[in-house]
C-alpha cells in the first residue's frame, strides 16, 4: 500500500450515505474537501451535503465503479460491505484502510480470534455450528451466557441472552441464519470505548476514554472523560494501541470494552469506523473523531485529541425528537445535531445532544432535569 497523501481540493468517496458519512464529509469539506458518497437513497444523511451522490446498492459493483471514478480515495462509514466490491475497490482504487481489517469485523469469529491473537483478552467464548454445539458449550461456559450471529446485527439485533437451558430453543432463529459465537456473560462495572486513529505512516493518536451508558441495547449516552480509575483509563488505551498496531491500522477504530471488577478489562467488539461513542468529540475535542479519520485516510498529520472540557453525549433516537425540538428553545448551551433522516421512527438515531460542563457530574444532571429522554416518554410514543 503507497502511503499516498490527498490534499484538499481532491475527493473523498465514502461509502455508505449515514449519520457517520454526513459528520465526516463536514469535516472534509471545512478542509476543503470534496465529497462523494454511494447510497441507495436519494436523500441519504451524507447525500444532502456530498458534492457527488451516487445513488446505488453496496453491493453494485456499476455504482461501486462511478464512486471510483470521480474519488482519489475511498473510505467507509459502516462494515457490511459486499467482499466482492470491496475486493474490486481495492485493486482498482486508493482504499488505504484495505481489506484485511474490515474482513475481520464483518465476522465475529474471525474478530474474538484476531483480539486474541493481538494478546488483547476477550470474555471466555465458543464457535457454534449446531443446536448440539450450543448445549455442549452453555453447560461447558456456565449461565448467563450470550449468543450472537458471526455476521450482521447491530444495536442489540442478531443476538439472545440466554439464562438457562430453557432458553435453548429460543436461540434456534439465530442459528438458522447460519454459524454463532456463545459468549460467557461478563459480569461488568462500566462499559467503555476508546477510538484510536491511525495514518499510513503508522502515527496514531487516542481520543479520551468514553464511559457508555445503553439502554435496550441501543447507546444512550457516552460520558467522558469516563469515571474510572487511572489503571482502568491506561489499561484501555494500551488495549486498543495494541490492537491498532498488531492490524496495521490505517483510519479509524473504535474498541468497546467491559470494565468489570478489579479493573479488569475484556474487549467487547471492535468497529473499523468512527462510533457513536465518538461523537462527543466534535464539540469536547481539539480534533474531532471525523476530523482525525479524514487526516488519517490522507495521510495528513494526526491531530491532537486532548478533551477541552467534560461532555455528555446523548443520543437522540425517534421518540425523543418532538420532545427536543419542543425544549431548543430553553436549552442555550446544548450542541443539537440532526442527521438529516425524513422519519423519526421509535428507537430509530435521528441526531444527538452534547452537553458541556465544567464537571461531568453537571453535565449528567443537564441532561437528567431536561426530562427529555424519561422512560415514560418513551413508552407512551411505542
Keep these: 500500500m503507497s502511503n499516498k497523501t490527498i490534499l484538499p481540493g481532491q475527493t473523498i468517496g465514502i461509502i455508505g450515505g449515514g ?5 465526516m464529509a463536514f469535516s472534509a ?6 465529497i462523494a458518497v454511494l ?38 462509514e459502516f462494515e457490511n460491505i459486499d467482499a466482492a466490491a470491496l475486493e474490486w475497490l481495492c485493486e482498482q482504487a486508493y482504499v488505504p484502510q484495505g481489506k484485511s481489517l474490515l474482513e475481520i469485523t464483518q465476522d465475529r469469529v474471525k474478530e474474538k480470534a484476531a483480539i ?35 455476521r450482521g446485527g447491530y444495536d442489540g439485533k442478531g443476538q439472545a441472552v440466554l439464562k438457562s437451558h430453557e432458553d435453548i430453543e429460543e436461540a434456534q432463529a439465530l442459528l438458522d441464519n447460519g454459524q454463532c459465537i456463545l459468549e460467557k456473560w461478563i459480569s461488568f462495572s462500566k462499559e467503555i470505548s476508546v477510538i484510536i486513529t491511525r495514518n499510513s505512516n503508522g502515527e496514531s493518536a487516542v481520543f479520551p476514554v468514553g464511559e457508555n451508558i445503553h439502554h435496550d441495547n441501543i447507546l444512550h449516552q457516552t460520558i ?68 482525525q479519520h479524514v487526516r488519517a485516510v490522507c495521510n495528513l498529520p494526526l491531530g491532537k485529541t486532548e478533551l477541552l472540557k467534560p461532555a455528555v453525549m446523548v443520543n437522540i433516537l425517534g421518540e425523543h425528537v418532538q420532545n427536543v425540538l419542543d425544549n431548543l428553545t430553553n ?20 441526531g444527538h445532544v452534547t452537553i458541556l460542563c465544567d464537571s461531568v457530574e453537571t453535565a449528567i444532571e443537564e441532561v437528567e432535569k431536561s426530562l427529555i429522554w424519561e422512560e415514560k416518554s418513551l413508552e407512551a410514543k411505542r
Excluded at 449519520?19 to 459528520?23: K, P, T, V
Design 29 to 34: 469539506k471545512a478542509m476543503g474537501y470534496r
Design 39 to 76: 447510497d441507495p437513497a436519494e436523500d441519504s444523511p451524507c447525500g444532502q451535503v456530498a458534492d457527488y451522490k451516487v445513488i446505488g446498492d453496496y453491493d453494485d459493483l456499476e455504482g461501486i465503479r462511478k464512486l471510483a471514478e470521480v474519488s482519489d480515495v475511498i473510505t467507509y
Design 331 to 350: 436549552v442555550p448551551d446544548w450542541k443539537v445535531h440532526f442527521y438529516g433522516k425524513k422519519e423519526a421512527k421509535f428507537k430509530r438515531k435521528m
Design 19 to 23: 449519520q457517520l458519512g454526513r459528520m
Design 224 to 291: 467522558a472523560p469516563a469515571r474510572i480509575s487511572k489503571q482502568a483509563e491506561d489499561k484501555a488505551i494500551q488495549s486498543a494501541i495494541q490492537l491498532a498496531n498488531s492490524f496495521e491500522l490505517v483510519g479509524t477504530l473504535a474498541v468497546e470494552m467491559f470494565l468489570s471488577a478489579g479493573d479488569k478489562i475484556y474487549i467487547n467488539e471492535l468497529a473499523p469506523r468512527p462510533h457513536n461513542s465518538g461523537h462527543y468529540t466534535i464539540e469536547a475535542c481539539e480534533t474531532s473523531q471525523f476530523e
Design 116 to 150: 486474541a491473537n493481538a494478546g488483547v483478552e476477550v470474555a471466555p467464548y465458543a464457535v457454534i455450528n449446531s443446536l448440539n454445539d450450543l448445549k455442549e458449550n452453555c453447560e461447558r461456559l456456565g449461565y448467563p451466557v450470550v449468543l450472537k450471529t458471526a
